[in-house]
């Protein structure tokens, strides 16, 4: 058969599969017919596979004119012609594959074979490794040291160094509440001598109610937790630091994870729905939100994108959003995929009166969620391109493909609600979904140590960063769910309780060696200082702001009217989240982004960040409060006045050298100016 130009074209033998076909399917090929998609069952990202064909045979022996893969290529037909889309191959690029296929297509021998996305570590079965010395009877007090040790081994690492006493327990104060330990609390574990001394501690930090607070906020994070909706007007959300409160109290009460994840997502379609789990499903409405967008119907879209994206995000690790448009460029995520998840939400409506947002009243207090206003669900359809007015096939509530040979059952609607997301909840809360353990053991990890064993918290799936330690991960997993029960507080005792975690080698090869977040070290300076309001829960505080970050609005009083004190010195857990003007300090030291979910927060080191510690109104006004303190505990004598110091900022006593130096300082300084210095050193805003 002729085809064309090519007609006449001579065979050359030495056409390299590597370098000169390889590319060009690649290019032009591998988004049909690679791993993660296979139109007609053929995959071409392989020699062995283009030879295999696909649901007939695509070459035939040394005869390209008769091989079926160059005729698609060359075809004038719409109907027949490959790619279907975008450019053609060139003159030279077709000649190439004529070659090499008239030669024999030939390939490495040794080539290897692309895995499917259904061989992705992430979406296989959690299974519980074997933990390294058991089957030899080697005694292990704890799991997470034999994986971490026999890792060691392998690479000739060193084995575990013991922090100092102090540096550990100012450590283990900071990762639990946030807060560093009392002087008080300092004497009574250095003449505790007991064995368990740090486990007694770890139990009683867990107690408090400083936990929740300091491990809400990591979890804010990833919910893209704020007081107001962004945007033009950028309105406060009514009520909606009742999510904030009730996540608090779900932490310190340490209410399992499976069934935080079904409040989340479902509280209201529980069968035991109460007002707590409805204040959770608040969940949901934390996004930002235009309240007069200039496409209703794209930004309804954008709306349950967020929630898709959030909570694919949060709770699975997968980039769900990015098949918003098309199937996903990167990951076994199909468009009908998407659409799929998104019928779950689609039922959801907004409360609103017109620009205002409307809460729900449930038993008499006010809760900022979505609702359903009808037990029967509206069509969702797949929408070419994302745009609402290309509609296409028809879709039902359904998860991701790849990771469920067997769709999860749906309930019927109750005369309320579709219940469309209690299935959804279910089947993220089940012990036998791949993801749900594994990210959320990773996301525990990865606070206590600064880096996760994943190092993409929010990205599970083909583009993420693989495992560091894949069998400690899954036995983490597998031990969570099973024997912890979903426990978080047991998660944090079994890491915290490791030689792994007290240990300064962990400084070196597992942690990441963060700074504190902003809100840890204004907590801290305000802790130091004694002016730490300890009030709890309620709506947000508006603590002073400067003038000149209120210059761009119009009605700087009603933006930012500042909270009395005490009230503004609470912990910075209940400050207000203002996504069209964050407060100086937070942006300025990091705060999260609050448009999407943050896996973990960025540290980065600017200039301004020196000068607001240095030179900012909030921390001048806690050195002086710092040094009232030191005068009314310590005295007058500047040596006591600085050894005070000292152990309530760092959790030690000055050197020798430190000692004499600020002595001297004080000679020529005020009290207050050694106590910013204090608050200034690297070692009080780092946990070690």
Not at 187 to 198: C, E, G, K, N, Y
Not at 434 to 458: C, K
Request: glycine residues 6%; proline residues 8%.
């Amino acid at each position: 058969m002729c085809l064309g130009f090519l007609c006449a074209a001579p065979v050359f033998a030495s056409v390299d599969y590597a370098k000169d076909i390889k590319p060009i399917l690649q290019d032009k090929c591998y988004s049909c017919h690679g791993a993660l998609k296979q139109k007609s069952g053929l995959r071409l990202d392989a020699g062995s596979l283009i030879h295999k064909g696909g649901e007939r045979s695509i070459l035939a022996n040394g005869d390209a004119d008769k091989s079926t893969l160059l005729e698609r290529v060359l075809s004038e037909d719409p109907e027949e012609r490959m790619p279907p889309k975008g450019k053609r191959l060139s003159k030279e690029q077709a000649g190439l594959l004529r070659d090499w296929i008239q030669s024999g297509a030939a390939f490495p021998p040794g080539e290897k074979v692309p895995k499917s996305p259904a061989e992705h570590w992430s979406f296989q079965p959690v299974r519980r490794p074997s933990v390294p010395g058991v089957e030899a009877g080697v005694s292990v007090e704890n799991p997470i040291d034999a994986f971490i040790s026999e890792a060691a081994k392998k690479s000739g690492s060193n084995g575990f160094v013991q922090a100092s006493p102090g540096a550990l327990l100012r450590r283990l104060h900071l990762d639990l509440t946030g807060l560093p330990p009392t002087p008080a609390e300092q004497d009574i574990f250095v003449q505790d001598q007991a064995p368990q001394r740090l486990e007694r501690v770890i139990e009683t930090l867990l107690a408090r109610p400083e936990y929740g607070e300091r491990w809400a906020r990591h979890w804010l994070d990833t919910v893209r937790y704020a007081d107001s909706n962004g945007y033009e007007r950028d309105a406060e959300k009514p009520f909606v630091w009742r999510y904030r409160d009730y996540l608090i109290q779900s932490l310190n009460e340490d209410k399992p994870y499976d069934r935080l994840i079904l409040e989340q997502i479902a509280g209201d379609e529980l069968p035991d729905a109460s007002l707590e789990s409805r204040i959770g499903s608040g969940f949901l409405r934390l996004g930002h939100w235009d309240d007069e967008p200039a496409d209703p119907a794209t930004d309804r879209f954008d709306q349950l994108d967020d929630i898709v994206s959030t909570t694919a995000q949060s709770f699975l690790g997968l980039t769900m959003g990015c098949a918003r448009c098309h199937d996903h460029k990167f990951e076994p995520l199909s468009a009908r995929d998407y659409y799929s998840f998104l019928s779950v939400f689609d039922p959801l409506q907004r409360p609103r009166k017109g620009r205002q947002e409307l809460t729900l009243s449930v038993d008499g207090t006010e809760v900022y969620r979505w609702n359903e206003s009808s037990p029967i669900p509206p069509e969702t359809f797949v929408l070419s391109r994302g745009s609402p007015s290309q509609r296409r096939e028809r879709v039902e509530p359904a998860v991701p493909a790849i990771l469920a040979k067997i769709q999860p059952a749906f309930p019927s609607p109750d005369e309320f609600t579709t219940r469309r997301r209690l299935g959804l909840a279910r089947w993220i809360a089940s012990a036998e979904n791949p993801l749900t353990a594994r990210v959320i053991v990773n996301r525990v990890w990865q606070q206590h140590f600064g880096r996760g064993l994943v190092t993409t918290a929010n990205d599970f799936g083909l583009m993420g960063a693989p495992p560091s330690h894949p069998q400690l991960l899954d036995w983490l997993a597998h031990w969570f769910v099973h024997d912890a029960h979903w426990s978080l507080k047991k998660l944090h005792q079994l890491i915290l309780s490791s030689r792994t975690w007290q240990s300064v080698k962990a400084q070196d090869s597992l942690n990441g060696y963060r700074r504190l977040e902003v809100e840890a070290i204004r907590d801290g300076m305000l802790a130091v200082s004694g002016t730490l309001n300890p009030k709890r829960g309620g709506p947000a505080i508006k603590p002073p702001i400067p003038e000149a970050a209120l210059e761009a609005n119009t009605d700087k009083q009603k933006v930012w009217a500042v909270s009395p004190e005490p009230e503004a010195s609470r912990r910075s857990v209940y400050a207000f989240i203002k996504r069209g003007l964050v407060m100086p300090m937070f942006e300025t030291l990091d705060l999260a982004d609050t448009v999407s979910s943050c896996p973990q927060r960025q540290v980065t080191t600017v200039a301004p960040q020196a000068l607001t510690l240095f030179n900012g109104t909030f921390v001048n006004q806690q050195a002086k409060a710092f040094a009232e303190r030191l005068r009314k505990e310590a005295g007058e004598s500047p040596e006591k006045q600085i050894q005070l110091a000292f152990k309530l900022a760092l959790c030690r006593a000055p050197s020798a050298a430190e000692l004499t130096e600020l002595t001297a300082f004080l000679g020529a300084e005020s009290l207050s100016e050694a106590c910013r210095v204090i608050l200034n050193l690297n070692e009080f805003v780092y946990p070690e």
